[in-house]
């Protein structure tokens, strides 16, 4: 009986997780026909061997290499497309002479979650800077922003050190993985999922907490590409889940980011998107030196700025 429910209580979970996933895609989809996105410059370009290591490029007009801000997508790591970039954001960076570009990934069906962001994301970035010459990039500009999925891994990358490998075989790998700056909407505060509670042991009971970790279980071993729950610490999988741990990849040397959730617009049940994660980011941020804005509902109108002009603003910086 007991193991019925514990099935029961998985299914129901991955039906919550796959409709909040949806409702945020269908949004984000829905504000990108609202603000339709111009024609790139270079679609469905290839950066990298899988399917989906594709972008969009749209290249600003200058005279001198230009800026590039570098769109990822959401859609909790198995659905979503780079279709889902607000065009209101790229005409913003385009009228401000930088370039942009949106990208797809794989899913974590067919690549780990460290896998996905270390060896694609990441790779999209390095790919950007190897091909700076054929699209007048600056390769000292770059900056990322994404939504849910696409804001961890955006803060993945302005707070993981430096991935080039100099020695490599692949000229694309060889280049810097560093960002300018990064912007995060409705993120997750760390990939190292067993850290959870832990963010959220102020703001959720103990017990409700526990069993939101209970039937996401599977779904974390899915994700990781780990078999057996006792094998998550495990010395290979430890080190794995250290890797995706932005909270403790931070250092002073990191990026100026900026965060972006509101509560009133999620609901009150969305985990994966809770204010707790951007805050508990800003925490750290604050302990470690890193420039971290956070927009929420309590933030002054007058003091609220939109993502892309932040990114924007940091790119033009000298």
């Known amino acids: ?24 895609a269908a ?47 959401g859609g909790g790591f198995y659905l979503g497309s780079k279709g ?9 960076c385009l009228n401000n002479g930088v370039s942009v570009a ?23 970035v390095q790919f950007l800077r190897y091909k700076s010459g054929e699209l007048n990039i600056d390769k000292d500009r770059i900056a990322v922003y994404g939504q849910s999925a696409g804001a961890g891994s955006s803060l993945w990358l302005a707070f993981h050190d430096d991935l080039a490998d100099p ?9 810097s993985s560093r960002v300018r700056a990064a912007g995060a909407i409705d993120t997750q505060a760390t990939y190292d999922f067993l850290r959870w ?14 069993g939101w970790m209970m039937v996401m279980k599977q779904v974390i071993l899915e994700m990781y590409h780990v078999k057996k729950e006792k094998d998550l610490k495990s010395p290979e999988n ?11 990849l931070m250092d002073a040397s990191d990026p100026p980011v900026i965060m972006q959730t509101f509560e009133s617009r999620l609901r009150s049940s969305d985990v994966l998107h809770h204010i707790a994660h951007p805050v508990t980011v800003l925490e750290n941020c604050e ?18 700025i939109r993502v892309v002009e932040f990114l924007i603003r940091h790119l033009k910086q000298d």
């Open 167 to 175: 020695a490599s075989q692949d000229p694309v790998l060889r280049e």
């Open 287 to 304: 302990k470690t030196g890193v420039s971290c804005t956070l927009i929420r509902d309590e933030t002054p109108e007058e003091q609220r």
């Open 102 to 124: 949106s990208i797809n990934y794989p899913y974590y069906a067919d690549v780990s979650l460290q896998g996905i962001i270390r060896d694609n994301i990441a790779r999209a």
């Open 84 to 92: 889902q970039v607000n065009g209101a954001d790229i005409e913003t």
């Open 238 to 248: 430890a080190a794995m889940r250290s890797d995706l741990d932005m909270l403790a």
């Open 1 to 24: 009986m007991r193991v019925a429910g514990l099935i029961n209580r998985d299914k129901r979970f991955r039906r919550y997780l796959k409709a909040q996933t949806a409702l945020v």
């Open 27 to 73: 949004a984000l989809l829905w504000c990108a026909a609202a603000c339709a996105a111009p024609a790139p410059t270079l679609p469905d370009y290839s950066y990298g061997p899988h399917e989906r290591n594709v972008l969009d490029f749209w290249r600003a007009e200058s005279a001198t290499p230009a800026p590039v801000v570098i769109y990822i997508h």
């Open 197 to 210: 509670p832990e963010i959220f042991k102020h703001t959720i009971d103990g017990r409700a907490m526990n």
